[in-house]
């Protein structure tokens, strides 16, 4: 019986060590899931945008971003801008007569014509539902005299709300050179403007019906789609230009938590919609602390946007020579 003694005390200090070294693996199994759902699951590669932003409204906290910084083109949703500076500095009541210039403004629009008046509540509406370009240089010149004096209050504005990377140069963001916003400010310009209740009201209204004092009605419809497929969307405002792409910055309920979705550069409309929905659940998981918060900043990105501005700049410089040399002949 000894023997088998001798043997028991010899196996039990073994059979102790295998069962912590189980514990072991057994803990550093349940850290790494911990670990792993907290951890992102949305990758830069997963959103096709140049840039996104998700931003908690409350707070200005960045839930999620990639590129937030890229300087792209801001295309319509310069019109954001362009409706704070006009609750800021006008009475949406008063009265204002539309010019040949306004008038002329290239699509889109509603159609105004030369000594139309209306309300700037009613030019607020067709910028801000119809994207119309006409009502934005309409506001800009009732409000300032003329676009350039007004591109200078957008400008200071910005500046004000502490947004170094956003440059415009008309009010309603069609192309020109000289532009650029970035997701991260974007982001920005929604979350002030939907602290404005006339301006979340109206970019939040599906249809409207616009009318110049003169009697002329024209029906219009909001160019942003989630408003029709998701109730808790509260606000929101797209743009679109070729070099620009699909652009879009919105606001949404999520549970207790409103979010905003700056997105520039995707490359279609229906992608448009897909990737703001993905983000503002990405959000709502993230500000419930069950993912972290990420910033992915792409290279290839940000040297595609230098190469194409020392393009552009190469061009102007190009152009200028060929302008001196014909002034010397």
Partial sequence: MK????CDLHITPHISRMKNIGIFLVCLLLLAIVSLSHASAVSADDIKSRAAVVMDAVTGKVLYAKNPDL???PASTTKLMTALVVVDRADVNDVVAVSARAASAAPT???LKKGDTVTIETLLNAALIRSANDAAVALAEAVAGSEENFVDLMNRRALDLGLYNTRFINPNGLPGSGQYITAYDLAEIMREAIKQPLLKEILGTRVAEVTTEEGKTTFIKNTNKLLWSDEEFLAGKTGYTREARHCFVGAGDRETDTMIVALLGTPSRGLLW???EYLMALGTRVLHDLEEPVVYIVKAD???AKMKKASVSKKSRTKKLKKKKRSVL
């Fill in 302 to 304: 940000y040297d595609a």
């Fill in 3 to 6: 023997p088998m003694k001798s």
């Fill in 274 to 276: 897909e990737e703001t």
């Fill in 71 to 73: 300087r792209l083109m």
């Fill in 109 to 111: 629009k509603i159609g």
